[in-house]
């Protein structure tokens, strides 16, 4: 409410750009910066994370109003992590002071701790019927049936073996249609074979 009434000029200009750039373009911005009159950012980092098998979502005894089981969740970081994200923050420095057109100041000793305060917020949980070819090491097959099992299929994120670092929308949707088609293609053979 401060900025509103401190700054009214800015929020007007805020809402003019948000309705033309978000809103009624044509192609529209995947999300809006308000400017700084201080010329200072923040950065919004995300990365990939390596598999780790001792990051894991279980049931606890504890049961919610439906009687269901809670989730636990106990995820974990890699060394790996820790130096990828060091290193593209570092990287990301130098290419901005290389190319003039700014200074991104951070404290590499407290990147640690921003993964920790930021990295474990909740996000997207992949990774728990892992894909594979191996049954000591996945659940499920390349066309996303449960190892062992004839008539049982996974069709979402938790068959991903590692997260990539944006959101799994698309390609869980390009899975399941995929998954569909399999399961389409294997009725239609099962179907000829019954009337053969």
């Known amino acids: 409410m401060r900025n509103v009434i401190v700054g009214p000029g800015q929020v007007i200009a805020f809402g003019h750009h948000m309705l033309r750039d978000r809103f009624l373009a044509a192609r529209k911005f995947p999300s809006i910066i308000v400017r700084s009159p201080a010329g ?5 980092f995300h990365a990939e994370q390596e598999p780790l098998a001792a990051s894991r979502v279980t ?12 989730v636990m969740i106990d995820w974990h970081y890699s060394a790996l992590d820790l130096k990828t994200v060091r290193e593209s923050v570092r ?6 002071e290389r190319c003039g057109i700014g200074r991104f100041e951070y404290d590499p000793e407290s990147i640690e701790s921003e993964m920790l305060r930021y990295g474990a917020y909740g996000g ?9 070819s191996d049954v000591r090491t996945s659940v499920v097959d390349l066309n996303c049936r449960i190892h062992g099992v004839d008539n049982l299929y996974v069709a979402g994120g938790a068959v991903f073996p590692t997260s990539s670092q ?20 294997a009725a239609l ?4 074979s019954v009337l053969a």
């Open 91 to 96: 990287l990301f420095a130098q290419d901005i």
């Open 124 to 132: 997207h949980h992949l990774g728990t019927t892992r894909m594979g």
């Open 40 to 44: 200072r950012y923040s950065l919004d």
């Open 189 to 192: 053979r099962e179907r000829a």
């Open 166 to 185: 944006a959101n799994p929308t698309l390609t869980i949707v390009a899975l399941a249609v995929r998954l569909a088609e399999h399961l389409r293609a």
């Open 59 to 70: 049931l606890t005894e504890e049961r919610d109003e439906f009687d269901t089981p809670r």
